[in-house]
């Protein structure tokens, strides 16, 4: 069965960096994309953050491009994403989820809950 | 970057109703467009990838169609979990990615 299970979300004030982890298992993890996606409360999805499955090809949204850095770990069958920086609308529950066929993301996490606010 | 236009924007309908959602990409983006379902406090759920290939154990009321920049999302007989908030999903450019902004199906 596959899992993929968010830690690290929590309050932090404007301008604090922050490091949140998924930690995935059930399937044959360093084949696989990962995505970083994430919802404002109220609002719609964006995608955050992507990194291939070997690591070597990143992206990254506008709005976080130059703040936050995905990396991942095939060793650990992790993937992380470490925030500087951090704003006001940068709150938010943050996703893993790995991306399947025609990257469609077929498994999410249960989200972590990033609070910016002095 | 590609953007992606979704109509409407919410929409009223009762058990039992045909509904139909539009996505409209900025470009062709050929078939790379996949579709979710999200119901409040959960994560998103894949429901279609690639137009229209039904992702594993959704129901077969759903049903997903186009190419090019003009996709729909049609749901054929609305039951009452199906009540939720759908998005597209863009996938063209590697690792590249965007949503459209959401439908929220109301029930009437």
């Known amino acids: 069965e596959v899992q993929l299970l968010e830690s690290g979300g929590t309050w932090i004030q404007p301008g604090g960096s922050l490091s949140l982890s998924c930690a995935a298992s059930?399937?044959?993890?360093?084949?696989?994309?990962m995505s970083w996606v994430r919802q404002a409360p109220g609002k719609g999805l964006e995608w955050a953050s992507s990194?291939?499955?070997?690591?070597?090809?990143?992206y990254y949204a506008a709005s976080v491009k130059g703040r936050f850095t995905i990396s991942r770990d095939n060793s650990k069958n992790t993937v992380h994403l470490q925030m500087h920086s951090l704003r006001a609308e940068d709150t938010a529950i943050y996703y893993c989820?790995?991306?399947?066929?025609?990257?469609?993301?077929?498994?999410w996490g249960q989200g972590t809950l990033v609070t910016v606010s002095s | 970057d590609i953007q992606m236009t979704q109509s409407p924007s919410s929409l009223s309908a009762s058990v039992g109703d045909r509904v139909t959602i539009t996505c409209r990409a900025s470009?062709?983006?050929?078939?790379?467009l996949n579709w979710y379902q999200q119901k409040p406090g959960k994560a998103p759920k894949l429901l279609i990838y690639?137009?229209?290939t039904l992702q594993g154990g959704v129901p077969s009321r759903f049903s997903g169609s186009g190419s090019g920049t003009d996709f729909t999302l049609s749901i054929s007989s609305l039951q009452p979990e199906d009540f939720a908030t759908y998005y597209c999903?863009?996938?063209?450019?590697?690792?590249?990615?965007?949503f459209g902004q959401g439908t929220k199906l109301e029930i009437k």
């Open positions: 989820a790995k991306l399947g066929s025609m990257a469609g993301a077929d498994y």
């Open positions: 059930g399937f044959n993890f360093n084949n696989y994309a």
């Open positions: 990194i291939s499955g070997s690591g070597a090809s990143t």
């Open positions: 470009q062709s983006i050929s078939s790379y």
């Open positions: 690639a137009a229209s």
């Open positions: 999903q863009e996938s063209y450019s590697t690792l590249m990615y965007t």
